[in-house]
Structure formats: C-alpha cells, structure tokens
C-alpha cells in the first residue's frame, strides 16, 4: 500500500477543529442536573494527522502524543458512558410524569363521580322538602284558627290532628336542613373536582414534556455513539501510527471517514430492511410468524395485536404492583405468547410515527407510536429495539422483540393505549375493531 508523509489538503483544513471531552467525575454529574453547565468540561482539540506525523519526528512528543490520544479515547468512552446515563435517566422521568399524571386522571375521574353523586343527592332532597312542603300546605299548615274553625269533631280529633301536623312541620324542617346540607356538600365537592380537573392539565403537559425530553436524549446518544465510534477509529489509526513508529498510509487518513461512512449505510439499511419486512407481511396471503390478522380501523387505518395469538396474563386497571409494592393504575394489560414469549417479535398494532425508542424506567425499553388523532400505543418490556425514535411505521411492521427489561417479573409485552394521554383499555380500543385478545 503506497505510504503518504503529507497530509490531502481536506485532511490539513480539518487542523483545529474542537469538540468537548467530558471526564469521568463530571459525566455523572449528568444524574443529578439538566447536563452539563458551559463551564464544566474540558475543550480538548482533536490531533490532526499533521500533529501525528510531526509528532513521530521526536520521541519525547510522540510519548506524549500517545498520552494524549489514549486519554482521548478514554474520555470518548466516559461521555458515552454519560449521554446513556443521561438517556436512562430522562427514560426514568417520562415514565414517573406518566404515572402522575394517570393517578391525576384517577383522583380527577373519583372527585367528578363523588360530586355528580353529591348533586343528585342534593336534588333528591330539595324534591323531598319540596314535597314536604306541598303536604303540610294542604294540611293547613301551622295556622291553628283555620284548623279551630274547620274542625267539629272533638277535642281529641282536634289533638290528634294538631300533633300531626307538628311532627310534619318538623320532618319537614329536619328535610330542608338535609337538603341544605346536601347542597354545601355538592359544592364543595364539585369545588374539588375542578381543582383536580385543572391540575390534570399540567401533569399531561409534564409527561408530554418528559417524552419529548427522553426522545431528544435518546437521539442525542445515538448520535453521539455514531460519531463517537467513527472518532474513535480514527484516533486508533493515529495511536497506532505513533506506536508502531510507521508512516501513515492512505487507510489510516480514511479510516475514520469510512467507518462514519459505514455507521450511516448500517442504520438507512436498518430502517429500509424493516419497512421491506413489513411490507412482505401486509401482502402475505398467510402463513408465518410475519403474518398477522388486522382489521380495519377509521379512515381504513388497520388495527391488530402486537403480539399474534397472544393470551392476557395481566388486565387493565388498578392493581398492586408486584414489585413497586404500591396500588396503581395498570395502564395497559401484559401480553404472552403461548409459544414461548422470550425474543417474540413484537409488531406496530396499527401505522403511525415512533415518537421513542429507548430505556423508559420501569417498562424497560420501550416504544411510543403516535397513531394521529391523539391516540398513541406504547410497548414495554423488550428485549431489543429495531426501530428508532422519528421512523414511520406501518401496521404489523416488526417494531422489538418481547423480553423482561424494567420492572418485569418475566418475559412479556406491556401494551398501552392511550388518547389525548389517557390511558384507556386496549381490549376496548382494539376490541371496536374487531381485534381482540
């Protein structure tokens, strides 16, 4: 291979060029804050071929070259090792604001029920007063002159019906109390239930914040690892050219150029691949595992399990989490597979856009898919992702395949179904479509 002592001209204008190298102590300070402040990392320039080559002129600075690219690559390692910490952590903060605000659809959905039972109370015992009221009038009330003058068949008969219409007026006076008492009571429930109502909105604001949050980091790892793994070829290039004392070849000048190069074609083939699987599936006339029934939904828009002949090993609805060890809403229900649910492929249940792909706390790693309309699905507990946050998915197209990541007491697939972000029961959702479990 023909060996080159100077630097293409592109490589020499790529002399100076910086990126910011996080150490070790300040990447976990990434856990506990919003990211790094601007004054807590290290401006490290990149050394240029140039710098490399000029270096092996002298042993004394192609040591300390060689010092310098080693501590390079571990600082690469340690800022990769602190955008994951990061990513969990956002992943960890979307799913707790997506439990606040599920327990706030809860105390909401409570306070209205109790104050729509407390108003219907309250009008029960209005009637009853009302009615009350119309009696004892008919009865001649409490004025004893028109009782004295109508009345001619005795004293007891006049007793009698004197103390009838006492106990009357004061049923009737106990009822417009209680009446009143109802009515105090419908108001400040109906009082708490608005404030409930009212605080709904901001925790749906919070999750939608986190997940954005979560998906931006998720992204931004991604990236970094992308661009990490090309700069990391190319200082090894570098580092090996100092400690083998050799020329630089035409290899080593690309190495780094071509490993980004092939990063890029790995992840478009990714994604072309699984659009091609799914659209095998959908023209499938039948038979594999590939091949999943779907019905159609509103706008012709398909709708199908994520996990074929799939049985519910867990419903939807408030339980006590087994390991939480706290009473919650399930907010999905946990699918298995009769054929073994460990590494089953997981499917899109219906078209839509991946809004996140990533660890997101408890459920593991995790995907969102936003269907249009404000319904998105969710799915939980995978073993590995095949897609990646901003890719169009069609119904059935393979998605992940099903694990035990997160919170999990065994291999399964939690799935969700949310509108406008509130959780509803995917036997119901899916059920109207003629998709059932």
């Known amino acids: 291979m023909t060996q080159r002592t ?3 001209r592109s490589a020499r204008r790529r002399r100076g060029l910086t990126f910011t190298l996080r150490t070790v102590a300040v990447s976990f300070a990434l856990v506990v804050g919003d990211g790094l402040a601007a004054g807590s990392a290290e401006a490290a320039e990149y050394p240029s071929w140039d710098d ?7 042993e004394a600075t192609k040591q300390g070259e060689i010092v310098r690219i ?4 571990a600082g690469l390692e340690a800022e990769s090792v602190a955008a994951r910490v990061l990513a969990d952590q956002r992943g960890a903060e979307y799913e707790a604001a997506q439990i606040r605000y599920d327990a706030g659809v809860l105390e909401s959905e409570s306070r209205a029920a109790a104050s729509t039972d407390a108003a219907a109370e309250a009008a029960a015992s209005s009637k009853q007063a009302g009615l009350l009221a119309a009696q004892l009038a008919q009865s001649g009330g409490s004025n004893l002159s028109a009782i004295l003058s109508t009345d001619s068949r005795g004293a007891d008969a006049l007793l009698y019906k004197l103390g009838a219409l006492s106990k009357l007026t004061e049923t009737t006076s106990r009822v417009y109390e209680l009446a009143a008492e109802h009515r105090n009571v419908a108001g400040t429930l109906a009082a708490q239930a608005q404030v409930a109502e009212d605080a709904l909105a901001g925790l749906r604001l919070d999750a939608e914040r986190a997940l954005a949050a979560a998906a931006d980091a998720q992204r931004s790892v991604e990236a970094k690892l992308a661009e990490e793994q090309g700069r990391r070829v190319e200082l090894a290039a570098q580092l090996a050219v100092l400690t083998q004392n050799r020329a630089a070849t035409e290899a080593d000048y690309q190495a780094g150029v071509i490993e980004r190069q092939r990063i890029a074609e790995e992840a478009a083939r990714a994604e072309r691949e699984a659009r091609e699987a799914a659209a095998r599936a959908r023209a499938a006339s039948g038979g594999g595992e590939s091949s999943v029934p779907f019905f159609s939904g509103s706008g012709g828009q398909g709708w199908g399990s994520p996990l074929p002949n799939a049985r519910v090993a867990d419903e ?12 919650r809403l399930h907010a999905g229900i946990d699918l298995v597979s009769p054929g073994g649910t ?18 997101n706390g408890g459920l593991g790693n995790a995907i969102t898919i936003n269907h249009g309309g404000g319904r998105t ?8 992702l ?6 169009a998915v069609a119904e059935g197209q393979l998605i992940a395949k099903a694990g035990t990541t997160g919170a999990s007491t065994g291999c399964h697939v939690h799935f ?8 509803q029961n995917p036997r119901a959702v899916l059920g109207q479509y003629g998709a059932g479990f």
Request: glycine letters at 12%.
């Open 6 to 8: 100077s630097l293409p």
């Open 52 to 58: 490399v080559i000029a270096a092996r002129s002298n």
């Open 70 to 73: 080693q501590g390079l690559i």
């Open 316 to 327: 939807f609805g408030n339980r006590f989490h087994p390991i939480d060890k706290v009473w």
């Open 342 to 359: 460990c590494g089953a492929s997981v499917y899109a249940a219906s078209a839509g856009t991946v809004t996140f792909a990533g660890s």
């Open 377 to 384: 699905t969710v799915y939980g507990h995978n073993s590995s």
């Open 386 to 391: 095949v897609v990646r946050s901003g890719w």
């Open 416 to 423: 969700e179904t949310r509108l406008n972000g509130t959780a």
